[in-house]
């Protein structure tokens, strides 16, 4: 049955309630007045039908305050056409909110996979205001994601290179400028999207330049180091070539020949040393060696450079085993006391040392009485090429790359270097080794 129908037999059964009840009424009175039964049901029914129609309005009332509201409370309860009404439209507005909720889910869910990017990423609407932007962009373009929404972009990145960029309508290629403050480096690639809306996506490419830059240097340095002796050389041979020399000095120049030769083949040894550690997996931490070898053969090695100027002493490592690679190790070992021994003028002391270290680490030491470093230089000397004093390594057949070498080898073997040193007076390099990487010789006898 319909409501229309249910609702008009309900009215239609109280206005003949009415209008027995009126005639029932019209009958007791007639008696004492001129009211009869007919009178008395037409008033009844008239009663009756005012009753249900102002019931109908309060109920009618209540929903419309309820739906003039927030909303928030749960609707009028009721029976009937009012109930039934309350019940359909609050049911609607649940649905509804529950869509919106789920859009709204799906909504942050998309926006928090994009904040996940590790790029910046920007929506920009026709009029290139600012509609969302995720934290890494924010940061990228030093703005506040919040603050700065509905902004006009331009407004806020003022990189003469980007505003062009987004006003000229190419966006074929990202453009690079500097990011806010000049500290960084950025890449911004631009997307048209939608009805004139556009998607900026940004990259900050500081380390890439960073490792150009340092991969641009490195080949001017090469080129630089290996171009020196190269025209030296070239210089001899059109002295031998073009000079009639006397046997003395044509040994003479073969011999300064042979330095520069050998001061080349010592550079390009240290980079393929150095080439072989960046490329190569790190040494295995279950190889181990015995350090008192390593550290023998390197102290052999540098008496022999020596030739009796120095007096060069070594102290402890027998008992101990270092696991990783003997041939970078030493090879680390060779480099600290090569420069010992470059460093320290004639009859200068070089000793050498392994420490066992408090969290069970050790390290190989290497202390001189050489002409020691200024400490505005420490921190720089492990970089490829750098030299406190150039004329000096160069002259002792130095190559700019042994602390580099070393330091890859210590960090290889997840150690790392320390120097302490003071003008004048020496130098201590320490190679730090973990207490993973080393162990004594009797605790594996004791195993
Ligand atoms: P080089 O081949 O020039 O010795 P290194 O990388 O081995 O290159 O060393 C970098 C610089 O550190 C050297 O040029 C030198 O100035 C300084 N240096 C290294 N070891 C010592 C030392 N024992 N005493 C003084 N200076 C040192």
């Known amino acids: 049955m319909g409501w229309w129908l249910a609702r008009t037999l309900g009215v239609l059964f109280l206005v003949l309630l009415g209008a027995v009840c009126g005639a029932f009424v019209g009958s007791v009175l007639q008696k004492f007045s001129a009211v009869g039964p007919l009178i008395g049901a037409?008033?009844?029914?008239?009663?009756?039908?005012?009753?249900?129609?102002?019931r109908d309005a309060w109920r009618g009332q209540a929903l419309m305050n309820w739906l003039r509201g927030p909303l928030t409370t749960p609707a009028p309860r009721d029976s009937g056409f009012w109930g039934e009404?309350?019940?359909?439209?609050?049911?609607?507005?649940?649905?509804?909110?529950?869509?919106?909720?789920?859009?709204?889910?799906?909504?942050?869910?998309?926006?928090?996979?994009?904040?996940?990017?590790?790029?910046?990423?920007m929506?920009?609407?026709?009029g290139d205001q600012i509609e969302w932007c995720n934290s890494v962009a924010a940061e990228h373009f030093g703005l506040d994601p919040e603050r700065d929404r509905r902004q006009r972009v331009t407004n806020l990145v003022r990189s003469p290179a980007f505003v062009a960029h987004l006003q000229g309508g190419r966006f074929e290629e990202p453009v690079e400028f500097a990011g806010p403050l000049g500290r960084s480096s950025l890449s911004v690639l631009v997307r048209p999207y939608g009805d004139g809306l556009r998607l900026v996506l940004s990259q900050d490419i500081t380390a890439r330049e960073r490792t150009e830059a340092m991969r641009r240097d490195f080949v001017a340095n090469v080129s630089h180091e290996i171009r020196t002796p190269l025209t030296v050389l070239a210089g001899f041979v059109e002295t031998l070539t073009q000079l009639p020399l006397s046997e003395p000095e044509r040994q003479r120049v073969l011999q300064l020949m042979g330095q520069q030769a050998e001061r080349m083949q010592a550079l390009v040894g240290d980079l393929l040393t150095l080439a072989r550690l960046e490329g190569s997996p790190r040494p295995a931490p279950d190889r181990w060696y015995r350090m008192g070898e390593v550290m023998q053969q390197a102290r052999r090695d540098a008496e022999g450079l020596s030739a009796g100027r120095h007096t060069i002493s070594s102290e402890g490592g027998e008992d101990v085993e270092v696991a990783g690679?003997?041939?970078e190790l030493y090879s680390a070992v060779a480099n600290l006391l090569n420069n010992a021994v470059r460093y320290t003028p004639e009859g200068g002391l070089i000793h050498l040392r392994w420490v066992w270290r408090d969290d069970g680490g050790g390290e190989i030491e290497v202390q001189d009485t050489g002409i020691g470093i200024a400490r505005e230089h420490l921190s720089r000397l492990t970089e490829r090429f750098y030299r406190v004093d150039?004329?000096?390594?160069?002259?002792t057949g130095g190559t700019g790359l042994g602390l580099s070498i070393v330091k890859h080898v210590a960090q290889r073997h997840g150690g790392e270097i320390e120097v302490s040193s003071e003008p004048g007076k020496g130098s201590c390099f320490r190679l730090v080794l973990p207490a993973l990487r080393v162990r004594r010789v009797r605790e594996v006898l004791a195993a």
């Open 325 to 327: 690679s003997d041939a």
């Open 123 to 126: 929506l920009l609407d026709s």
């Open 390 to 395: 150039g004329s000096r390594s160069r002259d």
């Open 42 to 54: 037409l008033f009844g029914s008239l009663l009756a039908l005012t009753l249900a129609l102002l």
């Open 85 to 121: 009404m309350a019940y359909r439209v609050e049911k609607a507005l649940r649905v509804r909110e529950l869509g919106t909720q789920r859009e709204s889910e799906r909504l942050a869910q998309f926006l928090s996979a994009i904040e996940a990017s590790p790029n910046g990423v």
